[in-house]
């Protein structure tokens, strides 16, 4: 699957609500949606100037989403659905993001931390729509990016 428009994007992004990454976990943290925003407003506090590393936070969970069953394939299956509308950097942080091994990235290290502290219930990290515009200016200079190519 290719996600070709933000409102595809956001729209696997609104069917992560309820979607617990392990079952079990229903009791206490937060489900697919709160995590993404929760990660995705670290990212924003952190990192306030870098709106790719920022989205790479929000959209992080899809591979859950895209292949529930496949644990080995989701960040590879996420990586290539976000490719042709978010671009080859976030593209590229979501396909290293779950391989836990030392790096010296600092962009997969905040990643890597954004998603570990981004999983605690009722924090509020504002909604969805409040990411629309972030999303729009991604894919905006994406597609500018790759009109150069």
């Given at each position: 699957?290719?996600?070709?428009?933000?409102?595809?994007?956001?729209?696997?992004l609104?069917?992560?609500?309820?979607?617990?990454?392990?079952p079990?976990?229903?009791?206490?943290?937060?489900?697919?949606?709160?995590?993404?925003?929760?990660?995705?407003?670290?990212?924003?506090?952190?990192?306030?100037?870098?709106?790719?590393?920022?989205?790479?936070?929000?959209?992080?969970?899809?591979?859950r989403?895209?292949?529930?069953?496949?644990?080995?394939?989701?960040?590879?299956?996420?990586?290539?659905?976000?490719?042709?509308?978010?671009?080859?950097?976030?593209?590229?942080?979501?396909?290293?993001?779950?391989?836990h091994?030392?790096?010296?990235?600092?962009?997969?290290?905040?990643?890597?931390?954004?998603?570990?502290?981004?999983r605690?219930?009722?924090?509020?990290?504002?909604?969805?729509?409040d990411?629309?515009?972030?999303?729009?200016?991604?894919?905006?200079?994406?597609?500018?990016?790759?009109?150069?190519?």
């Amino acid at each position: 699957m290719e996600l070709r428009s933000v409102e595809e994007l956001m729209d696997l992004l609104y069917a992560g609500r309820g979607v617990w990454d392990v079952p079990e976990q229903c009791a206490h943290g937060v489900d697919l949606h709160e995590h993404a925003l929760q990660t995705a407003a670290l990212l924003r506090r952190s990192r306030p100037a870098d709106k790719e590393l920022q989205v790479t936070g929000l959209v992080h969970p899809i591979g859950r989403l895209l292949r529930p069953a496949d644990v080995a394939g989701r960040a590879r299956c996420a990586a290539d659905a976000v490719r042709p509308l978010l671009g080859e950097r976030v593209a590229r942080l979501l396909r290293r993001h779950p391989w836990h091994g030392p790096t010296a990235d600092d962009d997969l290290l905040g990643l890597r931390q954004a998603d570990a502290d981004g999983r605690v219930a009722g924090v509020d990290a504002g909604v969805l729509e409040d990411w629309r515009t972030v999303l729009e200016l991604v894919s905006a200079r994406n597609a500018r990016l790759g009109a150069v190519d």
